[in-house]
């Protein structure tokens, strides 16, 4: 099965007999999927909405699913078939010490979810939060989403 990588603020869609592949920190990973004509989606977002001028239309949440939801039916996929898997969205930074300031992670998962919600695409999975990075494959093949948690490295430094 050929796999797909796709890297930060981009996108792709992948048909039966591809898999789609990304690694997560903050980032949240939107995968669509329409079981039905064997379409899945990926879209890396970095950001939840668009700063200004930037026409980079997958960096955020905003921006970014719908834009994949289009390239989808584009290619034949039904909005009413699709349905969303979600990971990401870690907490990989120190928290500030006013605890009620959402974590770059969360506002990303925020955004996501509405937009998801705004477009009446339900959530089937979802793997997201804690403080640990992802790697993460989604099967179009069988629907199933891939989760594996990346280990936290503590790097030292040593005098010397």
């Given at each position: 099965?050929?796999?797909?990588?796709?890297?930060?603020?981009?996108?792709a869609v992948a048909q039966?007999?591809?898999?789609?592949?990304?690694?997560?920190?903050?980032?949240?990973?939107?995968?669509?999927?329409?079981?039905?004509?064997?379409?899945?989606?990926?879209?890396?977002?970095?950001?939840?909405?668009?700063?200004?001028?930037?026409?980079?239309?997958?960096?955020?949440?905003?921006?970014?699913?719908?834009?994949?939801?289009?390239?989808?039916?584009?290619?034949?996929?039904?909005?009413?078939?699709?349905?969303?898997?979600?990971?990401?969205?870690?907490?990989?930074?120190?928290?500030?010490?006013?605890?009620?300031?959402?974590?770059?992670?969360?506002?990303?998962?925020?955004?996501?979810?509405?937009?998801?919600?705004?477009?009446?695409?339900?959530?089937?999975?979802?793997?997201?939060?804690?403080?640990?990075?992802?790697?993460?494959?989604?099967?179009?093949?069988?629907?199933?989403?891939?989760?594996?948690?990346?280990?936290?490295?503590?790097?030292?430094?040593?005098?010397?």
């Amino acid at each position: 099965m050929e796999t797909v990588l796709v890297m930060m603020a981009q996108m792709a869609v992948a048909q039966r007999g591809q898999r789609l592949k990304t690694t997560l920190g903050s980032c949240v990973g939107v995968f669509l999927h329409d079981g039905e004509r064997g379409l899945s989606g990926l879209a890396h977002v970095m950001l939840p909405e668009r700063v200004r001028d930037d026409q980079s239309l997958g960096k955020y949440a905003d921006t970014a699913i719908p834009e994949l939801l289009t390239q989808m039916e584009r290619r034949g996929g039904r909005r009413g078939s699709m349905q969303a898997f979600l990971a990401g969205g870690a907490n990989m930074f120190q928290a500030s010490e006013d605890s009620r300031i959402a974590t770059v992670g969360e506002k990303n998962l925020q955004a996501v979810q509405r937009v998801l919600s705004e477009l009446a695409i339900p959530v089937r999975q979802e793997d997201t939060g804690g403080v640990q990075g992802r790697t993460v494959c989604f099967d179009g093949e069988s629907g199933s989403l891939q989760v594996k948690t990346l280990q936290r490295i503590a790097w030292r430094q040593e005098a010397g």
